[in-house]
C-alpha cells in the first residue's frame, strides 16, 4: 500500500522559509511523477509544484514561482518543496501527491492517484 508522509510545515513570519518533505512508501517511487498542492478552507487544491520522474523537469504555480523549489530523491524516497519569501497567503494545508501512471510533471489534482494527509503552513504578517 502506497504511503504519503508530510512534514516541516509550521508558523513562520512573513518573509520567513519552511521547508517541507514528504516521504512516500510502498511504492515504486522513482517511476513516478510527484506534486505538491495547497488547499484553504472551503477552496479546492491549488497546484504549487510538480517534478517528473528524474527530478530534471518541474512547473510552478505562477504565485510561487522564484521562491519555491520542489526535488526529489530517488535513494531516499522523497520528495521536498524549499519555500523562501512566504507570504500571508502562502497559508494553507500542503499536501504531496503521487502518479502511479505517469513519470512526467502533471498540474492537475485529478491525474494524481495517491496523497498524503498534509501539514498546515501558517505565514503570519
Known amino acids: 500500500q502506497v504511503q504519503l508522509v508530510e512534514s516541516g510545515g509550521g508558523l513562520v513570519q512573513a518573509g520567513g522559509s519552511l521547508r517541507l518533505s514528504c516521504v512516500v512508501s510502498g511504492g515504486t517511487f522513482s517511476n513516478c511523477g510527484m506534486g505538491w498542492f495547497r488547499q484553504t478552507p472551503g477552496k479546492g487544491r491549488d497546484f504549487v509544484a510538480t517534478?517528473?520522474?528524474?527530478?530534471?523537469?518541474?512547473y510552478y504555480a505562477d504565485s510561487v514561482k522564484g521562491r519555491f523549489i520542489i526535488s526529489r530523491s530517488n535513494l531516499e524516497n522523497t520528495v521536498w518543496l524549499q519555500m523562501n519569501g512566504l507570504k500571508p497567503e502562502d497559508t494553507a494545508v500542503y499536501y504531496c501527491?503521487?502518479?502511479?501512471?505517469?513519470?512526467?510533471?502533471?498540474?492537475?489534482?485529478?491525474?494524481?492517484?495517491?496523497w498524503g494527509r498534509g501539514t498546515q503552513v501558517t505565514v503570519s504578517s
Open positions: 517534478i517528473d520522474w528524474s527530478g530534471t523537469e518541474h
Open positions: 501527491a503521487l502518479n502511479k501512471d505517469d513519470k512526467g510533471a502533471t498540474k492537475l489534482p485529478r491525474q494524481y492517484d495517491y
